[in-house]
């Protein structure tokens, strides 16, 4: 991987200074998804921030002097301070709990083409691994690899559940800028030690893992955006590559775990129609359920999804057997 620059690394460290400063005065915030910050920010009395919450969750304006120097500075030495007009600024960085833990990623609206996302589907796919975790404990000194991890929840918590098999971490990003957030963030979490990788999905890593965990863009976007773009039809075709092109990759007796979501068309299911047969062939254990029925709905007055019905979170989990047991004598199981 490339050496980061010195904006980059100040990044970095501005995130991870503020993330102590913001714990230190007991911040918290849930970030909602688009549509409802939208709403709760167009209500009366919001235009303008009057607390931590309003500036690093719901992305309002405010005024230089709402904030403390030590803060001021942090943004000010990592580039996060935009102009909002009207001798108001906005911080270009949210910061959002989960399960305790403090997570930087981008401010709202997230337009930009190096966006770095969190949302609701953030805490299902945590909360997927945390459960496949707990049925199937990571072996000792395991390696996570988080592919495309954004601001690095999933591989980030999923060594911190997994703390007592002291794993290693691998979060891998194409997004340079997704990397400097995933980095402060792993810091935060006490994981300074997570490699970091940039690159097109497997390209990016060498060798095999123990568990596989991602949350890929899954939607088709118009503007074709990194952070939510995920090719083909109905932005099915990066989580068809991640399971096709991971499967090789995981170490014997190894799991990929897959959140994505997938448009529903006339009653069927296009990324398991797509991915069946690969399943199949492998003949490795596998399942495959709906998380959440009916996400983005907004999503299905765009061109693009004028034949779905609607948009599903889905979970797909697929474990490579041990390497003393044979693969012919294993039969997928599906839920």
């Not at 935009?82 to 930087?104: K, W």
């Not at 990759?249 to 047969?277: C, F, H, I, K, S």
Request: charged share 20%; net charge neutral.
């Amino acid at each position: 991987m490339r050496t980061p620059t010195a904006p980059e690394i100040a990044l970095t460290e501005s995130l991870l200074r503020l993330a102590a400063w913001l714990q230190s005065r007991g911040y918290a915030f849930t970030t909602v998804t688009p549509a409802t910050q939208a709403r709760v920010n167009a209500r009366p009395g919001s235009a303008k921030a009057r607390g931590l919450r309003d500036v690093f969750g719901w992305s309002r304006p405010f005024p230089a002097t709402l904030l403390p120097p030590e803060a001021m500075d942090c943004l000010h030495a990592g580039r996060l301070l935009q102009d909002a007009g009207g001798g108001l600024l906005r911080s270009a960085v949210r910061f959002s709990t989960l399960e305790g833990q403090l997570f930087a990623h981008s401010a709202y609206p997230t337009t930009a083409e190096d966006a770095v996302f969190f949302g609701p589907d953030t805490v299902r796919f945590v909360a997927l691994i945390a459960d496949e975790l707990r049925r199937q404990p990571l072996a000792p000194g395991g390696v996570v690899l988080d592919l495309g991890c954004g601001a690095g929840p999933g591989g980030i918590m999923a060594a911190r559940a997994a703390a007592a098999q002291q794993p290693r971490l691998v979060l891998s990003d194409i997004n340079a800028k997704a990397l400097r957030f995933a980095a402060a963030n792993a810091a935060h979490a006490g994981w300074s030690m997570a490699r970091l990788a940039q690159g097109d999905l497997y390209g990016a890593v060498e060798g095999a893992f123990d568990l596989i965990v991602s949350n890929p863009p899954y939607l088709n976007d118009s503007k074709q955006r990194a952070y939510r773009h995920g090719g083909g039809r109905f932005g099915e075709a990066l989580s068809v590559r991640i399971v096709r092109e991971g499967l090789p990759r995981l170490a014997p007796g190894g799991r990929l775990v897959l959140y994505t979501g997938v448009a529903m068309v006339d009653g069927e299911d296009p990324l398991l129609q797509g991915l069946r047969g690969n399943l199949d062939e492998r003949g490795w254990p596998w399942s495959y359920r709906e998380l959440d029925p009916d996400v983005f709905g907004e999503e299905l007055d765009q061109p693009a999804y004028e034949e779905a019905e609607r948009i599903a979170a889905v979970a797909l989990v697929v474990q490579c057997p041990p390497a003393a047991e044979p693969t012919t004598q294993l039969s997928p199981a599906r839920s």
